[in-house]
Nanobody, 120 residues
Framework: QVQLVESGGGSVQAGGSLTLSCAAS?????MGWFRQAPGKEREGVTT???????RYADSVKGRFTISKDNGKNTIYLQMNSLKPEDTAMYFC?????????????????WGQGTQVTVSS
């Protein structure tokens, strides 16, 4: 059993930056960020495995960065150059797997979500 708690969401102007945090009760082999906007399917944003290997959705490459603090069992999502289309509920997720693709398959630990709103 793993508990995940996100924080750092809020409202920001287009072009601004925001940093999200996710504190886990214990480390998992794979952790990531997903997001879902009203009326749209949940999509993978980025993942990171125990070796530090990362994957990003094409829509956020060059703008978002995922990082991990193993000592704190915490992952972060640094979001720069935010766009209105980035507006969504962002969820932290984890799974006990050595494979860490962007798809939600196998992610069985989920946080409550934190809202990110970007205005133009």
């Amino acid at each position: 059993q793993v508990q995940l708690v996100e924080s750092g969401g809020g409202s920001v102007q287009a072009g601004g930056s925001l940093t999200l945090s996710c504190a886990a009760s214990r480390d998992t082999e794979c952790m990531g960020w997903f997001r879902q906007a009203p009326g749209k399917e949940r999509e993978g944003v980025t993942t990171i495995d125990l070796f530090g290997t990362t994957r990003y959705a094409d829509s956020v490459k060059g703008r978002f960065t995922i990082s991990k603090d193993n000592g704190k069992n915490t992952i972060y999502l640094q979001m720069n150059s935010l766009k209105p289309e980035d507006t969504a509920m962002y969820f932290c997720a984890g799974k006990d797997s050595f494979t860490c693709p962007l798809g939600a398959l196998g992610f069985n630990y989920w946080g409550q979500g934190t809202q990110v709103t970007v205005s133009s």
